[in-house]
């Protein structure tokens, strides 16, 4: 039986995210609702049910990362108050995933000083099963309403045509 452990993050998604927290803060004094305001727990499926190649892409303010996700497919992270952050998630042969997060007002209402704490599931799916379709964008955001500092949460299933990228011939 596999050991969960709590808070442990593969060793470079971790250090990106220590990097990005102390890049958007730099010069400010650190503290710990600062730079983990938003711990995100995320549960990722795939359809051919292994994680060796899937990749999770981390951008934050303009910063991005790279770092490999677990085979159990769990994976936790924190992110720092105030930050617009995309995470991308691919697999060669599914279709790529974007989930876009805005701490901005993570803080307000009732919640400053407080950690915060959001968990989620994604699943990538195979392309040969879209039926020649993708994602026009992001596929769901995480944010905070203003003023009251309540979890906001989007979800968007809506796919497009994928653009060709062969050429057939008769």
Known sequence: MEKHTPHILNCG???LLLF???TV???????????DAVVLTAWLHVEDLTMAD???ELEVDGVLQTGHVPENGRFEMSLPADVDAVLRF??????????VVDT???TDGGFDGKKRHVSFAVILQQERHMAGFTYPG???SLGFDEGGGCLAVAHDRSVVPAERRTIMVF
Do not use: C, Q
């Open 13 to 15: 998604l971790l250090a």
């Open 20 to 22: 990005v927290a102390n």
């Open 25 to 35: 803060h730099a010069g400010a004094p650190a503290s710990p609702k600062v730079l």
């Open 54 to 56: 899937v990749l999770v």
């Open 90 to 99: 691919s697999k060669p042969g599914h279709l790529t995933k974007e989930v």
């Open 104 to 106: 901005h007002h993570v």
């Open 138 to 140: 992001p596929v769901g």
